[in-house]
Structure formats: structure tokens, C-alpha cells
């Protein structure tokens, strides 16, 4: 075979890559919705590769729940610190304070929903244009449907049946005053792909996603992290056992998985072993068969 | 896993109901690519619609709306990984109206997947999308000749769908064109080599798809860098530093290359090739990286860097094959924004020069309206010059949209002749 072609997470990488730069130039204002999972960590650091020797020229937005993993905003600082960018932070509390947003009631009551809100409110008040997303189509059938610029109107809103057609690598972000775009520069990684590059580019992540001992009560078929959100039910009982997370998302709602995988090269043997998707444990996509859709219509990550 | 492990990228067509969606279901089924909660799922549902089995087409078919109407409208993308490789389906949909939605799915392809009903054989959708994956010049075509299982696994009905075939492609830029009889729905030629059609010599299709030939999809000989922005850190140890950022969209970029920057002409040597990882000594399709010159000169985003010795045209005038996607018609010599690489220009669409008629694959020279699904061929001037190759040498250079100034939208695909 010929020297000159790339392997699949070499093409993975600079599609991502082309995408990104893609974005810078047909933008004016564009972030990285930074959540502090995996995904969003990877989109940074092919953000990195993107513009280097530049720094990345555009700032990294959280939305914050106020439902974190104490571990997640330790490593986001970090992450800010390191690459010299600025951070925008969406706030959910404020947005309740606010009286944007009601607070969801009950035991299985989660920020998740009203994070729209405050997403869409981030958006517009810094006037940006284009929010660039580690959405991958593997995760859910929903997402499987995502172009990668991604038009929503002017209230936020995604329509998946009058999406504009994607063709070759000819990207049009053109789009009105007050409309926004969402980018998915690794739109065709799949969960597996994302660890073996983390894995191959020793990414670092946060020590979430490693085994470690923890507290955890058992619900809806997964380890809850014990914390000062989480209301007992008599039956329930917190234990110590020594998980990892799949996916980071509230602290309220990400359920841990047993395991023994400390390193990059165990989680990545893991996960290879699956037999289960890793938004499985999420307890915001269980509520219904087209949960993702219908909050991606509204204007979601 | 292989650390040489190739992507190929296949598109599914054929009409309704021929088995697309299943077809796909059974690829990730039988390898092992499909979760067991992903399977629960979809076997609830199947059993809530009345279904006996599993209905394996619910894997693909994502939206609320495809799901209750069981249909695909837009493309969905699903991906696997064998020992051998790591694939991106673009599962599209088959209606008519949709047929934009092929396109898209097909641009990129690798490899078209054409499914074809034993008991109906060809049919005039059948040749629309072969015609289109001809027009895309998708390297490699599979007709799947789907529901053997409903034709006695009969091998005079396969042959004679081949020839069927084999009749209006001879008239198509095909090269590579292979037949697989098949039952999606059973699984025999899919992943596993059916007991059923012992006649059949031929490799199932997953073998087929992981041993294709695919390196030489790539043009490795025109070598082209269509610039997408400059880099200039201004920081520390990079004061002087002016790179510019593409991906390579064909042939081969050395250091020391002489260059031509086009359309101003200037010329220059490339001085480096960098990525945040190394230096590197070239740097060949589709790769990204930044490129330093060894002279100041102005180049912005549009511009392309060509080697001095192989370039493309520039040029206002262009002969383009253009496939219509939106549902508002073309206005007479409206002008509209192209986009090609990296290059925005301002464009109208001078003359409609003929129109394909879709089910007999012929010219037709009075009617000049372009509306939704149509293909014609037209003559398109721009403001200013685009650096441009044929689309049949090159996918990335000889490849065009338009975009409505007045809505934004993608209207229009086109491939330079
Ligand atoms: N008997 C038989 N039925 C099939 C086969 N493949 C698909 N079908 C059925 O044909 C119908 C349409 O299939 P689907 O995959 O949704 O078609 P699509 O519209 O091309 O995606 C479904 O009822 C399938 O179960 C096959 O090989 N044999
Ligand atoms: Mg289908």
C-alpha cells in the first residue's frame, strides 16, 4: 500500500481540524461549549492543533448547572489557565434567580432541561454566532441526524427535516442577525475512536473517568455519586464502591459504572468490551424514546 | 486494532422499501456493532408496532417522525469498526423529495450501495441513483440485489438484474461496479455467506467492503492547498510567523517545493510545514497543516497554493453539472453566492445548456427551469476568477455550491466539467 494515506483517526483528526478552521473563518464570534467531559476536552485540544502556533482565538463557554463534579471545575480553571483563553460562563442559578427558569421538583428532578435556557441566554447576550459542540452522531440516534454547521432560527431552535444539505467539504455558515450555528468538528468519532486518540495524544482528562473509590447510592440501574444534592429515599443506602464515570454530565444525574480501569490503556480495553452505549446511564435521556430530539429541538447541545 | 486501519465511507441508495435501513441494521447486527440497550430498545418498539422479529431498519431510522411513519427522510450516519476498518455509513433516504438528501450522503463516499428488490428489479429509481452516484463519481458501486429470500434465491432472477443493470451503467462513467444476491432481513451475504445461494461465487458484502482497494481514490498528482486562514500568533518565539492553515486537497506539498500563490501568480518556495506536533517534510491529501513561504507576500483566505509546475485554471467562466436541491425554483440569471474550497465569489447562472431527463437519462434541450431534483448542465460566470479543476480529476477542486443570498440556504451542488 502506498505511503500516502492517512489512518482513520489521522483522517479523523483533520477533518476536525478543517472544520474548526472552517468555523474561524466564517464566523465572527464563535466559543467552545466546554463542559469539562471527554468530548469537549478533545474538541480543545484539535482547537489547539488548529491554530497553533497561535493560541486558540476564540473563548471556551460552560454552561454551569451548579450541580458539578467538584473535579470537573478544578479541571476546567485549568484547562482556561493553560491555554491562555478567556471563559464565559453561563449560569443556570442566575437563570433561576432571574425567574428565567423554574426549578424542576421532586426526587429525580435535574437542571439538565433548564440549561436551554441559560445556554440560549449566554448565547445571545455575548453575541455570538457560532457555538462549536462535541456532539458526536454515535451517541444517539438524534445526534445521528447532525450536519456539521448546524443552522438553529432566531429562538434557538434546531429543524431536523428542513436541515441544509452538507455536501463535500463545502461548509455554509451563512445565517441572519440574531440566528446562530452549532458546529460538531467530531461529528464521525465514535466513543471508541475518542479513547484511543486521548489514549494515542495522552490527553488529559479529569480523574473522574479513572476507577477510584466513591460514594454511590444505587438508582434507576447505576451508581449515583453521593452529594449534598442528592435526596435519600428510606430504601436507599449510600455505599463505597470503586467506579469510573462514562460520561460527565450534572452530578445529580451521571451514573458510575464498577470498574478496575486506573489508566488510559485499561479504560480503553473497557470500553472496547461495552456492551451498552455510554448515554445508557444518563438518566435525562431514559425519560423517553425521543428525549434527545425534542430537547435538541429546542435549542440543546 | 491495526494502527493502519483505513476509513471508508459508504452512502446507501435504492428506492422505498428495498432495504436500506435493513440492510444496515444486519451490517452492525452481525458484526457486532449494535449495543444491548440500543437492541432493547428497538426490540420494544418493534414488538409495540407488531412486529414478529426484530425490526432491524428502527437502528437507523432516528427522527420521531421516521419512526412512526417508518420511513427515512434525512441521512442518518452510523459507524462500525472491524479488525480491518472503521466505516461511516450515510444511510439516505429513497423518496423522491428526498432526493437531495442522497447527494449530500453520496458527496463523500467511497463506496455507493445500491439495493435493488429481486421481485421488482431495475426501476427508474434504481437509475436515477446510479446516474447520481455516476455524476458524484463515487469510485466503487455494490448493487445489493436485496429479498432473494422472496425469489426462491433464484439465480436466472439475479442474472438477469445484473444484466438489467449492466445495461444503463454501460452508458455511465462507472469503472467499478460489483453484484451481491442477498436477504437483508436473513443476513445471508451480508456479514456470513449465505447457505441459500451456493451459486453465488462472490464474497459477502462486508468482506467485499473491507478489502476494497481505496488508496487510489485520492488524486495524488495535482498537488492543491486551498488556503482557509493565516496564522499569526505575534507571540514569543513566533514574532515573524505567518502560516497558512488548509488541508491538503490533493497531491503532494515538500519543503522546498516552488509554489505558485493563485490567482495573484506570485511565487514563492514553501520554507515550512508545520503542525503543533512536528515539522514535517511533506504533507499529501487530506491532510491539515500550516504552510510558511520563504517570501512576504499577500495571501488570504480563498487563495489556493498551487505547485508552479501543475496548476489549476482561473477562471470566470465555468461548465458545471448542477443538481437543483431546494424547493424554490432557479430565477433567471439570478445571482447567488458560490462557494468553492475556501473561495466565496458572487455568481450567476448565465445559461441552462441542457437538462437530464431522470428516467430516460437523456438530454433535453427545451426545458430551462431548474427546480427541485433537477440535474442540468449550465454555464455559470462569477465576479471573480475560481482556481478550478475538473471534478472528474479532482472531488475537492472540481466541486461547487450555491447559496441564496435572500434565504441563506444551500440551493444548489455542482460538479465542474
Ligand atoms: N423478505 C425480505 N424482506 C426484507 C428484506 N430486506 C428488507 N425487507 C423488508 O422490507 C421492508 C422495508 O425495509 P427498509 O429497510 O425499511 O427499507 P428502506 O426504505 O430501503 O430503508 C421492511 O418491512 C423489511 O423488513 C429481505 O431481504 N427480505
Ligand atoms: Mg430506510
Redesign the interface.
Known amino acids: 500500500m502506498s505511503k500516502y494515506y492517512l489512518n482513520y483517526l489521522d483522517e479523523l483528526e483533520s477533518e476536525a481540524i478543517f472544520i474548526l478552521r472552517e468555523v474561524w473563518a466564517q464566523f465572527e464570534n464563535p466559543v467552545i461549549m466546554f463542559s469539562g467531559g471527554k468530548d469537549s476536552i478533545l474538541v480543545t485540544h484539535l482547537a489547539k492543533k488548529a491554530f497553533y502556533p497561535a493560541k486558540i482565538p476564540f473563548p471556551l463557554m460552560h454552561v454551569d448547572t451548579g450541580h458539578n463534579f467538584p473535579e470537573t471545575i478544578q479541571f476546567r480553571d485549568d484547562v482556561i489557565e493553560d491555554l491562555g483563553v478567556k471563559l464565559i460562563i453561563g449560569s443556570v442559578q442566575e437563570s433561576i434567580d432571574d425567574g428565567r427558569v423554574a426549578e424542576e421538583k421532586g426526587k429525580n428532578a435535574t437542571r439538565n432541561a433548564l440549561q436551554i435556557t441559560t445556554l440560549l441566554d449566554a448565547i445571545e447576550s455575548n453575541k455570538i454566532d457560532c457555538a462549536i459542540g462535541g456532539g458526536r452522531r454515535d451517541e444517539e440516534k438524534a445526534r445521528a441526524k447532525e450536519r456539521f454547521f448546524s443552522h438553529r432560527d432566531d429562538f434557538g431552535q434546531w429543524d431536523p427535516k428542513n436541515q441544509r444539505p452538507e455536501l463535500w467539504n463545502i461548509f455554509n455558515g451563512k445565517h441572519f442577525e440574531g440566528e446562530h450555528f452549532r458546529a460538531f468538528p467530531i461529528s464521525n468519532w465514535t466513543e471508541m475512536d475518542v479513547w484511543n486518540y486521548i489514549k494515542r495524544e495522552n490527553i488529559a482528562i479529569p480523574s473522574l473517568y479513572f476507577a477510584h473509590e466513591r460514594e454511590v447510592v444505587w438508582r434507576q440501574d447505576t451508581w449515583i455519586p453521593n452529594s449534598e444534592f442528592l435526596i435519600l429515599e428510606d430504601h436507599e443506602e449510600v455505599v463505597t464502591k470503586k467506579i469510573r464515570f462514562r460520561t460527565l454530565g450534572d452530578i445529580t444525574i451521571t451514573g458510575g459504572d464498577e470498574s478496575e480501569a486506573d489508566t488510559l490503556e485499561k479504560i480503553a480495553t473497557e470500553v472496547a468490551g461495552m456492551r451498552n452505549t455510554e448515554r445508557g446511564n444518563r438518566s435525562d435521556d431514559k425519560r423517553s424514546e425521543s428525549a434527545m430530539e425534542d430537547r435538541k429541538r429546542q435549542g440543546y447541545f | 486494532?491495526l494502527?493502519?486501519?483505513?476509513?471508508l465511507r459508504f452512502t446507501t441508495a435504492g428506492s422505498v422499501d428495498d432495504g436500506k435501513s435493513t440492510l444496515i441494521g444486519r451490517l452492525l447486527y452481525d458484526s457486532k456493532s449494535i449495543?444491548?440497550?440500543?437492541l432493547e430498545?428497538i426490540t420494544n418498539?418493534s414488538k409495540k408496532k407488531g412486529h414478529k422479529g426484530v425490526d432491524l431498519a428502527l437502528f437507523?431510522?432516528?427522527?420521531?417522525?421516521e419512526?412512526e411513519q417508518g420511513i427515512t427522510?434525512?441521512?442518518?450516519?452510523?459507524?462500525f469498526?472491524t479488525p480491518k476498518?472503521?466505516f461511516?455509513i450515510a444511510d439516505t433516504p429513497g423518496h423522491i423529495q428526498y432526493t437531495?438528501?442522497m447527494?449530500?450522503g453520496a458527496?463523500?463516499a467511497n463506496v455507493a450501495t445500491i439495493l435493488i428488490d429481486a421481485r421488482h428489479g431495475v426501476i427508474e429509481q434504481t437509475k436515477r441513483h446510479a446516474f447520481i452516484a455516476s455524476l458524484l463519481q463515487i469510485p466503487h458501486i455494490i448493487v445489493c440485489v436485496n429479498k432473494m429470500d422472496l425469489v426462491d434465491y433464484s439465480e436466472k432472477v439475479y442474472n438477469d438484474i445484473v444484466r438489467q443493470f449492466e445495461d444503463i451503467s454501460s452508458k455511465m462513467l462507472v469503472t467499478d461496479v460489483r453484484f451481491i444476491p442477498m436477504s437483508a432481513l436473513d443476513g445471508d451475504n451480508v456479514v456470513n455467506k449465505s447457505t441459500n445461494m451456493p451459486w453465488y461465487q462472490g464474497a459477502p458484502m462486508l468482506h467485499t467492503l473491507e478489502t476494497m482497494h481505496i488508496?487510489?481514490d485520492?488524486n495524488?498528482v495535482d498537488a492543491r492547498f486551498p488556503v482557509?486562514?493565516v496564522?499569526?500568533?505575534?507571540?514569543e518565539?513566533?514574532i515573524d510567523?505567518r502560516?497558512y492553515?488548509?488541508?491538503v486537497a490533493s497531491g503532494?506539498f515538500r519543503k522546498g517545493d516552488d509554489i505558485t500563490v493563485m490567482p495573484s501568480g506570485f511565487t514563492s518556495k514553501i520554507k515550512s510545514i508545520?503542525?503543533?506536533?512536528a515539522a514535517l517534510e511533506e504533507a499529501?491529501?487530506?491532510?491539515?497543516v500550516?504552510i510558511t513561504l520563504e517570501d512576504d507576500i499577500d495571501i488570504s483566505?480563498g487563495d489556493m497554493i498551487v505547485r508552479s509546475n501543475n496548476k489549476p485554471e482561473a477562471s470566470q467562466d465555468i461548465e458545471v453539472m448542477l443538481c437543483w436541491?431546494n424547493n424554490d425554483s432557479a430565477k433567471p440569471r439570478a445571482k447567488y453566492?458560490i462557494?468553492?474550497?475556501?473561495n466565496d465569489q458572487k455568481a450567476m447562472i448565465k445559461e441552462v445548456v441542457y437538462k437530464y431527463n431522470i428516467n430516460t437519462l437523456e438530454r433535453v434541450n427545451d426545458d430551462k427551469e431548474l427546480n427541485m431534483n433537477d440535474i442540468c448542465k449550465v454555464k455559470i460566470r462569477t465576479t471573480k476568477p475560481l482556481m478550478v479543476d475538473a471534478y472528474r480529476e479532482n472531488?475537492?477542486t472540481g466541486?461547487?455550491?450555491l447559496?441564496d443570498d435572500a434565504t441563506?440556504?444551500?440551493v444548489a451542488?455542482g460538479m465542474i466539467v
Open positions: 486494532m494502527d493502519n486501519n483505513q476509513l449495543f444491548e440497550d440500543q430498545a418498539t437507523t431510522d432516528g427522527l420521531k417522525d419512526r427522510i434525512d441521512v442518518a450516519y452510523r459507524y469498526t476498518r472503521k461511516i437531495r438528501n447527494v449530500t458527496s463523500t488508496s487510489s485520492i495524488k482557509q486562514t496564522l499569526r500568533p505575534q507571540s518565539g513566533f510567523y502560516g492553515a488548509g488541508r503532494i508545520d503542525t503543533l506536533d499529501h491529501a487530506p491532510m491539515s500550516s483566505r436541491l453566492t462557494k468553492h474550497t475556501s472531488r475537492t466541486s461547487i455550491i447559496v441563506n440556504e444551500t451542488a
